[in-house]
């Protein structure tokens, strides 16, 4: 199982290589919570993306006080022991129980199986995987500062037997939470998978949600809902995407019973 999906990380790996309308602002609205109320532990963060200081945002500008911590990043450093690995392998993930994957780089094949066999034993995780990134703005393609602007998770989306697509679609409001995804992708059921992931996939093909052996992951096919322009709007989607992460985490941390 691990040869398996090591060699299709290295097989999909050497073939890889703005929000709508402005909203106005309800009035008295409430910065909502992005995460849910659960035990302080120690959580993995990895992302391309600038959450730590912010875009743009270098040693100097932190030395001099300039920095902008993504509200993701900040409420996990304030209520749990975070991590911020630079290889996710089996040090990293010792003595983890949740992995928040924000549009990560590519994985070395030795740092996907790690990743499968912390979810199969058990662990947890969220992945926002974007297929047409647009944040942070202001940064071009081919600027080495940017983030990874399609995601390259495919090899572990592949062997838990999903497909990421890029349905060209503006943006988009999930039902009646308001929660508003910036050129998201879409999930599809692979075919001939070599793992044994079993992931049902909602009905916008959006977000997928799938049990690997003890562990349970949630895949959402969008990193575009947590740019800070959208999470700070106090209007609808501010509110109301900061609500859909904690919700997802906290489905995802709950003890199941039975």
Partial sequence: MRAGLALVAA?????????????????????????????????VLMSSLPLVYGA?????????????????HEALAAAHDLILPDALDAAALEGVRLVILVQPRA????????????????????LF????LDWPHGIGLADPRGPLRSSLISPLLAYWGLELQNPGIESVRLGKSG?????????????????????????????????????RAV??????LLDPEILENPAQSGPANRRFVRDLLSELTQEESG
């Fill in 179 to 215: 929660v508003l995804l910036v050129h998201p992708g879409q999930f599809a059921v692979l075919q001939g998978k070599s793992g044994d992931g079993l992931c049902r996939i909602d009905s916008v093909a959006a977000v997928a949600r799938c049990r690997v052996g003890q562990g």
């Fill in 129 to 132: 995987a974007d297929p047409q």
């Fill in 11 to 43: 097989s999909l790996a050497a073939a890889a290589c703005a929000p709508a309308a402005s909203e106005q602002p309800e009035q008295g609205a409430a910065v909502a919570a992005i995460l849910p109320d659960m035990p302080r532990q120690k959580v």
């Fill in 56 to 72: 743009g945002v270098d040693m100097a500008g932190v030395i001099a006080g300039q920095a902008e911590p993504h509200p993701l």
């Fill in 219 to 224: 895949i959402v096919a969008d990193a575009d």
């Fill in 107 to 126: 994985f070395a094949p030795a740092e996907l199986v790690a990743l499968d066999d912390h979810v199969r034993s058990g662990g947890r995780l969220l």
